[in-house]
């Protein structure tokens, strides 16, 4: 569990600096750019490690106005050992509730420095009017998806924003074919960032985004500064994605109503 008391993921950088500031023996210093492929952090799930993947992002729309906006870092994550329980639909079948995600307490969620305000959120029985991308939406007709919940976040300070996602499919085999897909390499698609108060232009610049799969749920935090900027390093987008993500904290809770929720140690 989490200093802040959320059983959801800790994450740490593996290295505080941009690969293209990386100390290298008799070569001149180089200007801080992001190089496209260069592992830059690294998720610990319980003692699973995933790699962070740098992709080119931003927000461009399609022609019907919707962000086709994508993570300029992308991190996915194995499944969670703990939600085995929660592996398919069937035992778990009743649909989230918008209040059920988004309860009184994480109406403002926070992580050290950095707290935040809900600013909108939504709950979509239609997965394809919520993403884009073709083979995203195939897969996620594939896979069962009935339900994509949204939730747009705003820091108190006004300089970050972020958008938490959660995805209910069939099972967590079409849980972790989704997480593929969403990764900005696959280039199939992405979830549209729900747009609230001072989250109109959520996706330009520089955002990233972290998946995780809990049993037949997927859930997203993808969070960037207010307007796009750069960050300093990794570590403020990663603290402010473990606040972004709190309410992710319902798998838990659905884990507990099982009548034989299968956890291991």
Not at 17 to 39: E, Y
Not at 65 to 77: E, N, Y
Not at 227 to 251: T, W, Y
Request: net charge neutral; with cysteine; charged share 20%.
């Amino acid at each position: 569990m989490s200093e802040s008391g959320s059983r959801m993921t800790t994450r740490k950088a593996e290295e505080d600096f941009w690969p293209a500031d990386r100390p290298q023996p008799s070569r001149p210093a180089r200007s801080r750019k992001l190089l496209i492929g260069v592992v830059v952090a690294v998720v610990v799930i319980v003692a699973a490690v995933a790699t962070a993947v740098l992709v080119m992002g931003g927000e461009e729309e399609t022609g019907g106005g919707r962000s086709t906006a994508l993570p300029t870092v992308f991190t996915p994550s194995m499944a969670n050992r703990d939600t085995a329980g929660l592996a398919r639909r069937t035992a778990d079948p009743r649909p989230l509730a918008e209040g059920e995600v988004f309860t009184p307490a994480m109406k403002s969620v926070g992580y050290r420095k950095y707290a935040f305000t809900l600013a909108g959120s939504d709950v979509s029985a239609d997965c394809k009017a919520v993403t884009w991308g073709a083979r995203l939406q195939a897969d996620l007709a594939k896979h069962g998806c009935n339900q994509v919940v949204r939730g747009a976040y705003v820091s108190r300070d006004k300089a970050h924003v972020g958008q938490f996602i959660a995805i209910n499919l069939a099972d967590q085999e079409g849980a972790v074919q989704i997480v593929r897909d969403l990764n900005p390499e696959a280039e199939t698609g992405f979830v549209v960032p729900l747009q609230a108060p001072g989250v109109q232009d959520f996706g330009r610049g520089f955002s990233a985004a972290y998946a995780q799969v809990y049993g037949h749920y997927v859930v997203v935090a993808w969070v960037q500064r207010a307007g796009g900027a750069q960050p300093a390093n990794l570590n403020e987008m990663i603290d402010v994605s473990l606040a972004v993500e709190k309410p992710g904290d319902f798998v838990w809770g659905r884990l507990q109503l099982l009548p034989d929720a299968r956890r291991t140690s």
